[in-house]
């Protein structure tokens, strides 16, 4: 049997006014105490049919900025940044599995060296438990700008979150942007010196070898810290 958690805020709000209404009504019975004996520390499965971890930008991860090559952190050479605002899910289960569907909202916003076009986002997503990566992926979400003199808003989804069902609340979901460690190791070579190999000639008045090549600064502003697994 599978059950369904829906996570948006207008029906949240319907829902918390039925309840309200519900709390007061009252079928006049009474109700004996003593019968009544729930034990605090076991986990219930209706408190796991209603259980659907909420998600959270990690702090850091929220903004992407994209620069010009060699232009790093340089605000005249700035391509475009995005940013993410909102987040929310919606949960289903199995006798045995939870599943999620997560989504995230956000904007891109052109800076001075913006042009139409479409710019390509690196958003992760991951489900922690404790020290265990349960989940984790990292998409490359293609966001299509038109206007370069105004923000470009985007929603993206991850349809396909699966984890084992808890046995406890003790899920942790976090979605940001993450360069992935190919942009890592990209990046990183990037930043090494240019090493030329010269062959050893005998001493002559002519000029000496050209220095080495400048690296150029990388483009991406950070490398994120969500769970890669």
Do not use: W
């Amino acid at each position: 049997m599978v059950f369904r958690t829906f996570n948006s805020r207008a029906i949240a709000g319907l829902l918390l006014t039925g309840f309200a209404v519900a709390g007061c009504q009252s079928t006049g019975k009474a109700i004996d105490s003593g019968a009544l004996k729930p034990d605090a520390t076991k986990v219930k499965a209706s408190d796991l049919r209603g259980y659907c971890p909420s998600v959270t930008l990690r702090e850091g991860t929220a903004f992407y900025n994209n620069y010009a090559k060699g232009g790093q952190d340089d605000s005249t050479k700035l391509i475009y940044q995005a940013a993410l605002s909102d987040v929310t899910r919606d949960c289903t289960r199995t006798d045995s599995t939870l599943g999620m569907k997560v989504a995230v909202a956000g904007k891109v916003v052109p800076g001075p060296l913006g042009k139409a076009g479409t710019v390509t986002l690196p958003i992760r997503v991951a489900v922690v438990q404790g020290s265990q990566v349960l989940y984790s992926k990292l998409y490359q979400y293609q966001v299509h700008v038109n206007d370069t003199s105004a923000a470009t808003q985007f929603v993206f989804n991850d349809p396909n979150v699966s984890v084992p069902l808890p046995a406890a609340s003790t899920y942790q979901v976090f979605a940001g942007f993450d360069e992935g460690p190919a942009q890592k190791a990209k990046s990183e070579a990037a930043s090494k010196p240019a090493v030329r190999k010269v062959r050893k000639k005998r001493p002559a008045p002519a000029a000496a070898a050209p220095a080495a090549a400048p690296a150029q600064a990388p483009t991406q502003t950070h490398e994120s810290d969500i769970p890669r697994g």
